[in-house]
């Protein structure tokens, strides 16, 4: 079989390439902001539930961009183990939501769990997931130990601050 590869929009970056603008906080939280389209819609007039999970990877994948040593970006990727999603509301299209994520403590082995939690703009927790990732090394393409110096940039030592989900 043959064929053309279709150039894709790389996950967590813009149609350019670059990767998306979020905001880091002294926590090491990421946030960034979505604003559903017409095209996350779905029949039920609200973001469809795949759109959530595109979402939680274009946070995550963002997050890493942001916070990772330029090295340690060019050396290693991320593959999504496992999602599970937690749905308590939802958005029409034109509304915002903040996407809010972080580790959800150190890694084990190669394993990391993320947290992503939605926002919308009085404050309600619309969307709450926690994800299963695994780092690879890109050259080989094989699952590695998270190295400390890789993970520091995303780990914050002291107490987590509450979550808006904790409702």
Known sequence: MTGAVVARRRIGCDAAGAPLLGRLDPQRRFTLTFCAQDEHIDELGHVNNATWVVWIQEASVAHWFAAARPEDADRYAAVVLRHEVDYRGNVLAGAHVTAVTWLDGPPRGARYARRVEFIDVRGRCLVAALSQWALI????????????????????????PGSACDD
């Open 137 to 160: 090394d890109k050259a080989t393409g094989k699952l590695v130990r998270v190295p400390r110096q890789v993970s520091a940039p995303f780990l914050h030592d002291a107490a987590e």
